[in-house]
């Protein structure tokens, strides 16, 4: 039990962190604009996104319900599987494309993990 508490807060801290960072950037970085413009987003598209990704990794890391925090799990699995097929579909190179990928393994980490943790999901 103590391996999958372990397991959860390495990658539940990985997406968190990961998240506020790209919504810090998103926020502060002109290229940002640029870069949702290439990927043909709106510009308001960019600040609604890193103002749910800071809402999400705040909701991962407090006590919340689970129901609350298997939202903030299915937000960040179409943010994470929608980024793939928007970086596919521009044409971006492969490890730009691939990014959001290993990050859908480590929330699904997370998610498991955490499930486990609370004895949600059987161990054997």
Known sequence: MKAFKITYWITTSIIALMMTYSAVAYLTKPEMTQAFHHLGFPDYFRVELAVAKVIGAILLLIP????????????????????????????????????????????????????????????K
């Open 64 to 123: 919340v319900s689970s129901k609350v925090k298997e939202w903030a799990y299915a937000g960040f699995f179409i943010v994470f599987v929608s980024a793939f097929i928007a970086h596919t579909a521009s044409g971006d190179p492969v490890a730009v494309r691939v990014a959001p990928v290993v990050f859908l393994a480590i929330l699904g980490v997370s998610y498991v993990s955490g499930g486990k943790k609370n004895g949600v999901i059987a161990t």
